[in-house]
């Protein structure tokens, strides 16, 4: 696919050799925008024609970039679209550009796939508190759906909180590894409802037990 997103930047597909540049980009934006999930992006081992970034024409320093995540291994085939535009670069459609650009490079990519033409998932995650993101991608026809993340404490600045008060009823164990499957079972149980939810694998669900943010000494469970 062609790299030309937009007149003001210049573009071509993000190289390994990119990486400290997108991380001084990534800081920059994530202390503006303050967002609820850390933009964690490395050029290395990035796929190539699923990523484009735009350089400053005179600092050549990277200040947007766009990069398809693409998953084949659900039973519908998902493109999740990431990005980022440096806040002094804003507001001159540089965003409405790029979104084009990664919503044509998703369908080249639904076409490539093997097998008959099926339906292909494509979306966007964004902020509540950003609306003028939300704008870009709503103007291209997609359709907002609001989902909730956990809510973050710092402890340390408050004091302890009291001890739960006992329910009728209700027994409270800590986590043990026993009760995985039947956590999994119940989580899609739960969460079946939800637009755009897919049932947890277990080979899905072991792997976020293995994540670093995962604390089983710190999750409970109600019988």
Not at 99 to 125: C, D, F, H, N, T
């Amino acid at each position: 696919m062609d790299t030309f997103v937009e007149d003001t930047l210049d573009w071509a597909h993000i190289e390994e050799s990119d990486s400290s540049d997108l991380a001084e980009l990534q800081v920059a934006v994530e202390y503006f925008d303050d967002p609820i999930t850390r933009i964690s992006e490395t050029a290395e081992g990035a796929d190539k024609f699923n990523t484009i970034c735009g350089r400053d024409p005179r600092s050549k320093n990277i200040v947007a970039y766009g990069w398809n995540r693409v998953d084949e291994s659900h039973v519908q085939p998902k493109v999740v679209l990431t990005g980022a535009i440096h806040p002094a670069w804003r507001n001159q459609h540089i965003g409405t550009a790029l979104a084009a650009w990664q919503i044509e490079r998703a369908k080249e990519w639904a076409l490539s796939l093997p097998g008959p033409p099926q339906q292909v998932w494509v979306g966007v995650y964004v902020d509540a508190k950003h609306p003028a993101a939300e704008h870009i991608f709503t103007k291209h026809g997609f359709k907002a759906e609001r989902y909730f993340y956990d809510l973050h404490h710092v402890f340390a600045r408050v004091p302890d909180p009291p001890p739960p008060a006992p329910v009728a009823g209700i027994t409270f164990v800590p986590y043990g590894h026993r009760y995985s499957e039947d956590i999994r079972q119940l989580h899609n149980i739960c969460f079946s409802g939800v637009a755009g939810f897919e049932p947890v694998t277990q080979s899905v669900w072991d792997s976020m037990q293995t994540r670093p943010e995962f604390r089983s000494d710190l999750s409970w469970l109600a019988f």
